[in-house]
Structure formats: C-alpha cells, structure tokens
C-alpha cells in the first residue's frame, strides 16, 4: 500500500444518498464498527442527491457526532451515477469503498474487499449471487441486457458485479477524468481496467423507504450502457437497409414476372400502401437512434459540470480547497 498523503484516510466510503432518512443512522450503526476494525484512518462522504426529506439533517447530526463523517450536498437530484461521481472527487482515501444507503449492500463485506486489495487488487466489486429478490420480469429484462451488452458492447461486464465496489486510488483518479454526461457506471469501472476481482455476497431486503427505480429509468439506464460502449444500435440499420432493399427488389422482379406472364388484376394499392407503411416506419426508427446519439453529443458538447454542489458538510469540507 502505498502512502499518498500522511493525513490522507486510507479507506473513503462513498454514499449516494436520496431521501434515506430513516436509514442514515442504522447504516452508520452498521458501517462504523467495520471501519474501525479495519482502520482508524477513514472517512464516510454521504452525497445528498437532492433529497426532499431530512436526510442531510441526519448526515449532519452524524457529522457532528463523529467528524470522520463528511457529505457533500448536490443543489437538485442528479441521479445515483452523477452522485457517485461527486462523491469520488472529495474522497482522498487510497481506496474508495462505495455502497448504496439501504442497507442491501453488507458493510461486513468491506472487510473482505480490505482484504482483496491488500492482495494487490486493484478493483473490488461485490457480485450478488441471487437475484430472487426481483421480480421475474426485472431478471429477465436484467439478464437480455446482459446478453445484449456482452455481444455488442466494446468491454467485459462481469455479471452481477454493481456499485458496491472497493477502488484504489488509481482507479479512482481515472474515473473522475471520464467526465460523461450519460454515466453508465458498470461499463466504466470496466472501461478503468486494472486487475480486478469480485466477492459475492447476497443482496439484503432494502430496510427503509423504497426502491428509486423505476421500469422507466432502468430502461433509459439500460440503453444508456448500450449507447455509451457500442455503436451497434446505429450500424444495425445498415444491414436492416441491405436486407429490406434486397426483398424489395425481389418484390420488384416478382410483380414484374408475374404481370408478364399473367398480366395485371389489380391496381397493386395494397403493396403501395405496405410498403410505404414498412420504410416510413424504418426510417422514422432509424432517425431516432440517430437522434440518441446526436442528442448524447450535444449533451456532451455543452461541457456543463457533472453536478452542482451546494453544500459540503464535516469532513468533505476540507478537501474543496485543495480540489478546487
Ligand atoms: N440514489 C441516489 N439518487 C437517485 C436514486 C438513488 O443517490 O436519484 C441512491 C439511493 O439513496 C441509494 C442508492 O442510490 O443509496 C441505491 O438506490 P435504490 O436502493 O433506490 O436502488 P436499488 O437498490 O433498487 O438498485
Ligand atoms: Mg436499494
């Protein structure tokens, strides 16, 4: 291990927090004994993500109990990815654990990343073993990405393996250059590289609150992978223009035969208004992917920061004047 800074803390914890009121205080119940068993020398950074309940009072009252508790306060919510990406800027530890609030991610297991990393691993990520806390649906939509993202996308994802990770410091220097605006975290932690390993472990029952994921934002998240790590979804259209030009010239030589030999019965109005049916609706298809990715370029092009911080609170504090 080496040491980057004397004051710096060995271990950050990095929390992406979203109206987790009720869970702040069993979560540090929980995670500060780990902490301590494994190093005196930590820091937890909460992240409120625009939480509209009392959660950034609760991180505070955690803050003043216990100055190795800091939070950064982001101005609106900007979503679970864009709050991990804030959390790893203020974190200086030389290895960053992050987990989400709920308590579905065990802080016992960040021993065993500890441990990991000791062994000169470089990227820790916990790998669930079951899913059977998810409906059948979820898992089936879960496990189709999976197969799309490793047959199309540029990069290995491990199955399974989500947020709950330990990063080294190096890992983590070149996640906070990767500065998109569509994070898709997974794919990124992938794109990172190093040498890296995963400890199962099984998802534990959310403890307050619910889930803040909807089927609406999981596919948008979905697609958001797919469209950062692969240009498939814009090549498709390529072959599918092949394929459709060649029927209608097959269509084509078909009807001219066929008028030859038996000359004609009908019109051909049926055909037409197929047709034109079939490619308007290719082409309006085709166009949206196209604007997917136009629109990823222009949101990327503006080069508005990733987030808006509001506050920094405890801990996080000290590290703006170094970072800014
Ligand atoms: N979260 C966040 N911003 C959001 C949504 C979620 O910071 O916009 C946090 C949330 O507080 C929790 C973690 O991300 O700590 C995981 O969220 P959740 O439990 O809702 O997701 P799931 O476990 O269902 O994947
Ligand atoms: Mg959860």
């Given amino acids: 291990m080496k040491d980057y800074c004397v004051a710096s803390p060995k271990l950050s914890v990095v929390i992406p927090v979203h109206n987790e009121s009720a869970n702040i205080a069993p979560l540090c119940e929980r995670l500060l004994p780990v902490l301590n068993r494994i190093t005196s020398i930590w820091e937890i950074i909460f992240v409120d993500d625009g939480s509209q309940d009392d959660t950034l009072l609760r991180v505070r009252d955690m803050s003043l109990r216990e100055p190795r508790i800091g939070a950064v306060s982001l101005s609106r919510n900007f979503g679970k990815e864009i709050a991990i990406a804030a959390g790893l800027d203020h974190t200086r530890g030389d290895a960053v654990v992050i987990m989400d609030a709920d308590l579905q991610h065990p802080p016992e297991m960040i021993e065993a990343f500890v441990e990991r990393w000791n062994a000169g691993y470089e990227m820790v990520y916990g790998q669930r073993t079951d ?181 920094r609170i405890g801990g996080a504090a000290e590290v703006s004047s170094s970072l800014v």
């Fill in 131 to 311: 899913r059977s806390d998810e409906t059948r649906v979820k898992r089936g939509f879960a496990h189709l990405f999976y197969r799309l993202f490793s047959r199309f996308g540029e990069i290995d994802l491990p199955e399974g393996a989500g947020d709950f990770r330990l990063i080294d410091r190096k890992g983590v220097e070149v996640l906070r250059t990767l500065g998109e605006k569509a994070r898709f975290s997974k794919g990124l932690y992938a794109w990172v590289g190093f040498k890296g390993t995963g400890v199962p472990f099984v998802v534990e029952e959310r403890r307050f609150g619910d889930t803040k994921w909807s089927f609406r934002k999981l596919f948008r998240f979905a697609f958001d992978g797919i469209a950062a790590f692969s240009t498939a979804p814009l090549r498709v259209w390529t072959y599918l223009g092949f394929v459709i030009s060649f029927l209608s010239i097959a269509t084509a030589l078909y009807f001219a035969i066929r008028t030859l030999l038996f000359g004609t019965d009908l019109p051909g109005f049926p055909s037409l208004i197929v047709s034109v049916m079939f490619f308007s609706g290719i082409q309006l298809m085709s166009l949206g992917i196209i604007g997917e990715y136009v629109g990823r370029i222009f949101a990327e092009v503006k080069r508005r920061p990733l987030y808006v911080v509001a506050e």
